[in-house]
Each structure stands twice: as structure tokens, then as C-alpha cells.
Nanobody, 124 residues
């Protein structure tokens, strides 16, 4: 069983930065990918970014490309989401998720394990 715990959310002004962390436990993750998703009130949960544990290749949503960076620390079993140039529309609960394999990384239905989420609020 995989456990995911997010941290690092908070309140920041527009233009500021935050770094989210997702600590993973419960197994080895060589054949897994980890994704970040977000959900604002009244909206569906949407893809933000994803990374492969083995090799570290990444994929981003168009809305976050160039501002957000996903990375991982294999020794700590932790995935990070560095968020820069934040905008009020980035306000949401951010979730990390894990799945086996490396296809359809943008599809939330493909992920088997989810964290509890962390709130990010960007004020204008």
C-alpha cells in the first residue's frame, strides 16, 4: 500500500512562490509516476504536472508550464512542486497522486493512490 503526504501549502501574494512536497512510503517506486493535481471550488480536479521516479522525465499542463517545476529526491522518496509567479487562479487544493506505469500521466482516473491535499491560496 502506498501512502502519500503533501505539505507546503499556504497563503501567498500574487507573484510569489511556494514549494509543495509529497512524501511517499509503502513500497519502492522505480516503476511508478507521481503527479500533482489541483481542484478549485466548483471545478474538476485538473492535472498540473507529473514525473517518473525512474529517469525523472516530466510532463506539464499548459497552464503551469514555465512557472512550475516538478522534481524528485529518490533518497527521500519525495516529489516536489516548485511554484513561481503564482496567480490568483492558481488557488486550489493541491493533491499528489501515484500510479504504476508511465502512460496517460495527465489523466486523474489513471492514478491509484492519492494524498489528502494541501491548500494553496494566492491573493491578488
Amino acid at each position: 500500500q502506498v501512502q502519500l503526504v503533501e505539505s507546503g501549502g499556504g497563503l501567498v501574494q500574487a507573484g510569489g512562490s511556494l514549494r509543495l512536497s509529497c512524501a511517499a512510503s509503502g513500497r519502492t517506486f522505480g516503476d511508478y509516476a507521481t503527479g500533482w493535481f489541483r481542484q478549485a471550488p466548483g471545478n474538476e480536479r485538473e492535472f498540473v504536472a507529473a514525473i517518473r521516479w525512474n529517469g525523472g522525465s516530466t510532463v506539464y499542463a499548459d497552464s503551469t508550464k514555465g512557472r512550475f517545476t516538478i522534481s524528485r529526491d529518490n533518497a527521500k522518496n519525495t516529489v516536489y512542486l516548485q511554484m513561481n509567479s503564482l496567480k490568483p487562479e492558481d488557488t486550489a487544493v493541491y493533491y499528489c497522486a501515484a500510479k504504476r506505469g508511465f502512460s496517460l500521466l495527465w489523466s486523474r482516473d489513471e492514478y491509484d493512490y492519492w494524498g489528502q491535499g494541501t491548500q494553496v491560496t494566492v491573493s491578488s
